[in-house]
């Protein structure tokens, strides 16, 4: 069985979201927490926050054992992109792309 939850529209660029899911691929859940914790990331309260839901999740809805539980998946998709004018010199403007991502975390319950 696998718990999977999905959180979206999350104001910060996916290439800055996967440095720190390749950071907790495969690893089980109090691990996963402790280096979320400990890492100077911007992404890292996002990701900390989905793993504690989905693992809540996990035990309230499946009736997983926590301590069992660990990553098993965890990607991020670019959502959509916020697209912004700042004005240049000569009358011209620059494009600024302030985009989203959206981060996806699931959990399996170790044999």
Partial sequence: MESKSTQKHIRISPR????VLDLIRGKDYAT??????????????YVLKL???????AENNFNMDPEKLYV????VCPGMTLKRIMPRGKGSA?????RTSHI????????
């Fill in 16 to 19: 800055k979201v996967k440095i």
């Fill in 32 to 45: 996963a927490c402790g280096i979320l914790k400990n890492t100077p990331k911007s992404a890292s309260p």
């Fill in 51 to 57: 793993l504690n839901k989905v693992a809540a999740d």
């Fill in 72 to 75: 098993s998946e965890c990607f």
């Fill in 94 to 98: 620059d494009r600024i792309l302030k």
């Fill in 104 to 111: 996806t975390v699931a959990v399996k319950e170790k044999e």
